[in-house]
C-alpha cells in the first residue's frame, strides 16, 4: 500500500531512494507553439552521486524558503515525491511551478504521480494560485503524463526557467 505524507527539508537524504532511470523511445521538441516528436531510442540512469547532491540541495533550499513537498511511500521506502515552489511567477503572479515530481521506474503507471500532481494542485490552489507552471523534460512519458492530466503548452513562457531548461516542454495546467 502506498501512503502520502508530507516531506521536510531533513529528508532529503530519501531522495537516493528514487530510481528515476527510464527508457526513452521518443522526445518533444516546441516550434513556434506545436509540439514535434523525434524517436529516439537510449536509457536514461539514475542520479550519479553529482546529479543527486543537486536535486536533495534544490529540494532542501524550496523546501526551506516555504514550499511544499508531498512523499509517496511503501512502507518506509520513498517511491515518489514532488515539490510546489513556494515562489509565484507568471504576468498576473498567480502561477505556482511544480518544481520536481519523480516516481521510482518500478512504481510508474500506477496513479502515484497524479496523485501527487493533484496534491501540489490543491496545496496551490489553496495559496491562491490560478495555475501550475510545469517546466517539463522533453521524454514522451514525462509531456504525456502531464498534458494527460490536463497540462497544455503555454506561450506565456517563464523567461527565468526558460534559460534554466531551454530544451524542456513549458506547460500550464489550470487550477479550477
Known amino acids: 500500500m502506498i501512503t502520502y505524507r508530507p516531506l521536510t527539508p531533513e529528508m532529503a537524504g ?7 532511470s527510464e527508457s526513452i523511445d521518443k522526445i518533444y521538441t516546441l516550434n513556434e507553439g506545436a509540439l514535434f516528436s523525434v524517436e529516439m531510442h537510449c536509457e536514461c540512469s539514475s542520479w550519479d552521486a553529482v546529479a543527486l547532491k543537486e536535486v536533495q540541495e534544490r529540494f532542501r533550499s524550496e523546501l526551506q524558503k516555504g514550499g511544499m513537498g508531498i512523499g509517496a511511500f511503501k512502507e518506509d521506502a520513498l ?9 509565484f511567477i507568471g504576468a498576473a503572479q498567480d502561477q505556482l511551478q511544480v518544481d520536481l515530481l519523480y516516481v521510482s521506474r518500478n512504481f510508474r503507471r500506477k ?10 494542485s490543491e496545496e496551490a490552489k489553496k495559496r491562491g494560485a490560478k495555475a501550475l507552471y510545469i517546466s517539463s523534460t522533453e521524454t514522451r512519458s514525462a509531456v504525456s503524463f502531464y498534458m494527460g492530466n490536463g497540462a497544455a503548452v503555454t506561450a506565456e513562457v517563464d523567461k527565468v526557467l526558460f534559460e534554466k531548461e531551454p530544451t524542456d516542454i513549458h506547460m500550464l495546467k489550470k487550477l479550477e
Open 79 to 87: 517511491v515518489g515525491f514532488g515539490v510546489l515552489a513556494h515562489a
Open 14 to 20: 530519501k531522495l537516493a531512494e528514487i530510481d528515476r
Open 111 to 120: 496513479g502515484i504521480g497524479k496523485s501527487i500532481l493533484q496534491m501540489l
